[in-house]
T-cell receptor, first 111, second 114 residues
Framework: NAGVTQTPKFQVLKTGQSMTLQCAQD?????MYWYRQDPGMGLRLIYY???????DKGEVPNGYNVSRLNKREFSLRLESAAPSQTSVYFC??????????FGQGTRLTVV | AQSVAQPEDQVNVAEGNPLTVKCTYS??????LFWYVQYPNRGLQFLLK??????LVKGSYGFEAEFNKSQTSFHLKKPSALVSDSALYFC????????????FGSGTRLLVRP
């Protein structure tokens, strides 16, 4: 039972490069989320998808795009990476207000 | 604006002593409340939640949390701390809109010394 799977686990990018973080869940959840975690700031919501076919901005969407590919998969794209996007990124999924399940995270460094 | 506050960056406690990690929130209505724990280089793990009912909720690993509506607080507690409880703890609220998203506090690092 994998739960929420994120790839890659680690990535180093040069400023201006692009990349896509992948996320898949096998719990048949309707809602999926991308958060970033920075020291002293907790987790901040980047984008979310309340259901398949919909996406919405969260608290810190600038510099990111998302795609809800199907019910299982929700990807996060950095079109032109900046050092300010150095962070740990977490994908999560939920079925209701009863709590979310999180992936193991992607540690991204932009140099 | 909706927000969650964890006023302590770090809580230090001796093993065997009780612990409290504080959380207050500012969200309209009656949100659902959560505690998550994060061990080093890991994702967040669900500890417990409050939806309705008894103000004291019990969760995983012997943790419990006390909801206080008048103080808009949801403090995490454990009667007897273990060294293995040392981790980063996050309080979160779900504002009961259709997004089901979570609003997190900044986290509190719990250090339990032997």
């Amino acid at each position: 039972n994998a739960g929420v799977t994120q790839t890659p686990k680690f990535q180093v990018l040069k400023t201006g490069q692009s990349m896509t973080l992948q996320c898949a869940q096998d719990m048949n959840h309707n809602s999926m989320y991308w958060y970033r975690q920075d020291p002293g700031m907790g987790l901040r919501l980047i984008y979310y998808s309340a259901s398949e076919g919909t996406t919405d901005k969260g608290e810190v969407p600038n510099g990111y795009n998302v795609s809800r590919l199907n019910k299982r998969e929700f990807s996060l794209r950095l079109e032109s990476a900046a050092p300010s996007q150095t962070s740990v990124y977490f994908c999560a999924s939920s079925e209701s207000n009863l709590g979310a399940f999180f992936g193991q995270g992607t540690r991204l460094t932009v140099v | 604006a909706q927000s969650v506050a964890q006023p302590e960056d770090q809580v230090n406690v001796a093993e065997g002593n009780p612990l409290t990690v504080k959380c207050t929130y500012s969200v309209s209505g009656n949100p659902y409340l959560f505690w998550y724990v994060q061990y080093p280089n890991r994702g967040l793990q669900f500890l417990l939640k409050y939806i309705t009912g008894d103000n004291l909720v019990k969760g995983s690993y012997g943790f419990e949390a006390e909801f206080n509506k008048s103080q808009t607080s949801f403090h995490l507690k454990k009667p007897s701390a273990l060294v293995s409880d040392s981790a980063l703890y996050f309080c979160a609220v779900s504002p009961l809109d259709s997004s089901y998203k979570l609003i997190f506090g900044s986290g509190t690092r719990l250090l339990v010394r032997p």
